[in-house]
Antibody, heavy 123, light 110 residues
Framework: EVQLVESGGGLVQPGGSLRLSCAAS????????MNWVRQAPGKGLEWVAY????????YYADSVKGRFTISRDNAKNSLYLQMNSLRADDTAVYYC????????????????WGKGTTVTVSS | QSVLTQPPSGSGTPGQRVTISCSGS????????LNWYQQLPGTAPKLLLY???QRPSGVPDRFSGSKSGTSASLAISGLQSEDEADYYC???????????FGGGTKLTVL
């Protein structure tokens, strides 16, 4: 079964750091772009970061640019999100989501999602 | 403030046909394909429709989508109680270099 499993969430103080991981299984991870998407309590979905198959292209939402770093290790079938200078408004469930086989953004969608990991930023 | 605009709520009775609208701009819906996600209570989002009107395997044909210009809509026919969920539209935005979402529509089955 195609699966994404996030881990690494937890409680962190404002200004602190956290590293999220996403383990992929049952598909060729290296052929798919990947994303992090978050959902604050009671709010809608917010895209956070995108990484291409070979890590050549990386995009971030303005809200996290300069603070978060997305990366991947195709040999380990894993996606990561390094989060620094965390703020209270970063509190959310963080999902990793798979992009399609196509590299054309015209056709872009996220077809497999993990169950999410919860990040709480509070003193 | 979400880049794509959806009504915050909607409702219908079992068997009814309901629609959910989504509007955007030339940099997202006007240029790229539109996708819909369904989020059942307490669960992760699930891809419902992609490339405007394509259904992933396992999604009933009661769900359909359309797009015209910078607007799109999701239609659910033969509404069922299990359709009660939050629905999000999304599309790649060429100006922001990333996918953008609507604020979500909470659908209630009366």
């Amino acid at each position: 079964e195609v699966q994404l499993v996030e881990s690494g969430g937890g409680l962190v103080q404002p200004g602190g750091s956290l590293r999220l991981s996403c383990a992929a299984s049952a598909f060729t991870f290296s052929l798919h772009s990947m994303n992090w998407v978050r959902q604050a309590p009671g709010k809608g979905l917010e895209w956070v970061a995108y990484i291409s198959t070979s890590s050549n292209t990386i995009y971030y939402a303005d809200s996290v640019k300069g603070r978060f770093t997305i990366s991947r290790d195709n040999a380990k079938n894993s996606l990561y999100l390094q989060m620094n200078s965390l703020r209270a408004d970063d509190t959310a469930v963080y999902y990793c989501a798979r992009g399609p086989l196509s590299t054309v953004f015209y056709y872009y969608y996220m077809d497999v999602w993990g169950k999410g990991t919860t990040v709480t930023v509070s003193s | 403030q979400s880049v794509l605009t959806q009504p915050p709520s909607g409702s219908g009775t079992p068997g009814q046909r309901v629609t959910i609208s989504c509007s955007g701009s030339s940099s997202n819906i006007g240029t790229n394909n539109l996708n819909w996600y369904q989020q059942l209570p307490g669960t992760a989002p699930k891809l419902l429709l992609y490339n405007n009107n394509q259904r992933p395997s396992g999604v009933p044909d009661r769900f359909s989508g359309s797009k015209s210009g910078t607007s799109a809509s999701l239609a659910i026919s033969g509404l069922q109680s299990e359709d009660e969920a939050d629905y999000y539209c999304a599309a790649w935005d060429d100006s922001l270099n990333g996918p953008v979402f609507g604020g979500g529509t909470k659908l209630t089955v009366l």
